[in-house]
């Protein structure tokens, strides 16, 4: 245990993120598991990228802890009008009905318990949502999809494709990004705002959308047809990405117009629900 403590102190930027307070500007709430809840009592904000892109377009943020009391969570759905589910640790199979797979790394149950209920509540209230990696696959999960919970041994293709360089990560870090090509499906609400048919995105995952949930569509797909995002076919905005481009939107602003166009759609959900 010690030596995994120190693996993350060295590895994870040490900052604690400054949550900014936009006047009038709609919240928008992101979620923390148990490790990440933890962490930022250190001073270690796990989450922080995805909360400097929501702040450089001017919304405030949320944050909505597994440690939350029932009430407080609800005090601060109330309080928002979208939601980000980040990346993170993998989902636990039993929540789309499959055993453990032997190639299962990490799982947070309490993290998965708050996240359908989150989710749950934004569904219900027609709230626009944006899901991160983890977060693309907690809403193909929460609207009855599955996953495959080990894409190197468990997705067959033709066409090789590293969808991330080091196995068995305890957590995701900036240091050991891997990346590739995917393909952006034309008609598709990503497409319009990534503005290409092909792009190159970083790569950190092990585990990918298997069915697809009713009520979405696939938006893009690796080399090796594997998913790389999905998002549903309603009016609310409802999109998830398998890639992180909270990590490379300031290299590539073209990533940076996933959040300005989350944002939008979250001030417009605040205006018409006062």
Not at 59 to 70: G, H, K, M
Not at 86 to 99: C, K, M, Q, T, V
Not at 108 to 128: C, G, I, N, S, T
Request: net charge positive; glycine share 6%.
């Amino acid at each position: 245990m010690k030596r995994l403590w120190l693996l993350l102190l060295v590895t994870i930027t040490i900052s604690c993120t400054q949550v900014k307070e936009f006047p009038d500007a709609p919240c928008i709430g992101i979620t923390y598991g148990t490790i990440q809840t933890r962490l930022l009592k250190y001073g270690i904000d796990i989450n922080k990228d995805y909360i400097h892109a929501m702040q450089a377009h001017r919304a405030n943020v949320i944050r909505i802890f597994v440690s939350d009391s029932n009430q407080d969570i609800i005090k601060k759905l109330q309080k928002i009008s979208g939601l980000l589910i980040p990346g993170g640790f993998d989902i636990h199979p039993s929540r789309y009905g499959e055993a453990e797979y032997k190639y299962l790394e990490s799982v947070d149950k309490k993290l998965d318990e708050l996240e359908f209920f989150v989710l749950a509540y934004a569904q219900k209230h027609k709230m626009p949502v944006l899901g991160i990696c983890r977060g693309c696959q907690m809403l193909n999960v929460l609207y009855g999809g599955s996953l495959y919970q080990d894409i190197p041994t468990q997705f067959k293709s033709d066409k090789k494709v590293i969808h991330r360089k080091s196995l068995n990560l305890y957590v995701y870090t900036h240091a050991m990004p891997c990346y590739h090509e995917i393909n952006i499906f034309k008609n598709s609400r990503l497409r319009t705002i990534m503005e290409n048919d092909t792009i190159s995105v970083n790569s950190y995952h092990h585990q990918a959308v298997k069915k697809l949930a009713l009520g979405f569509i696939i938006n893009a797909r690796s080399l090796d047809g594997s998913v790389e995002g999905i998002e549903h076919t309603g009016e609310t905005f409802i999109v998830g990405t398998q890639f992180h481009p909270e990590m490379m939107r300031q290299e590539n602003p073209l990533f940076d117009n996933l959040f300005k166009e989350f944002v939008k759609e979250v001030s417009t959900y605040k205006r018409s629900n006062p």
